[in-house]
């Protein structure tokens, strides 16, 4: 089992950057395969980035790809988000998940933990 904590969120403006942090504690961190989704009010959740085990492949949503860099390192047990180039769209809460098996990355219901998810706001 792991256990998720998002963090860095905030007021960003438009072009603006951010990190999100996702810290994780379990000593089988490095056998998860990690995700970030996001979700704006009275949308549904979306699928923003997700990474392999040993962070050797990462997939993007098309809209944030070129801007958002996603990275793990499973020495301290944490998953990154780098968010450049923010637009007022990317306003969402961002959540960090954790799935044993990545049938399919861009799917929530592939992933088997959630952290409580960071607010992201970004005005124009």
């Known amino acids: 089992q792991v256990q998720l904590v998002e963090s860095g969120g905030g007021l960003v403006q438009a072009g603006g950057s951010l990190r999100l942090s996702c810290a994780a504690s379990g000593r089988t961190f490095s056998s998860y395969r990690l995700g970030w989704f996001r979700q704006a009010p009275g949308k549904e959740r979306e699928f923003v980035a997700a990474i392999t085990w040993n962070g050797g492949t990462t997939y993007y949503a098309d809209s944030v790809k070129g801007r958002f860099t996603s990275s793990r390192d499973n020495a301290k047990n944490t998953l990154s988000l780098q968010m450049n180039g923010l637009k007022p769209e990317d306003t969402a809460v961002y959540y960090c998940?954790?799935?044993?098996?990545?049938?399919?990355?861009?799917?929530?219901?592939?992933?088997?933990?959630w952290g409580q998810g960071t607010q992201v706001t970004v005005s124009s």
């Open positions: 998940a954790a799935s044993k098996q990545l049938i399919d990355p861009r799917s929530s219901a592939t992933y088997d933990y």
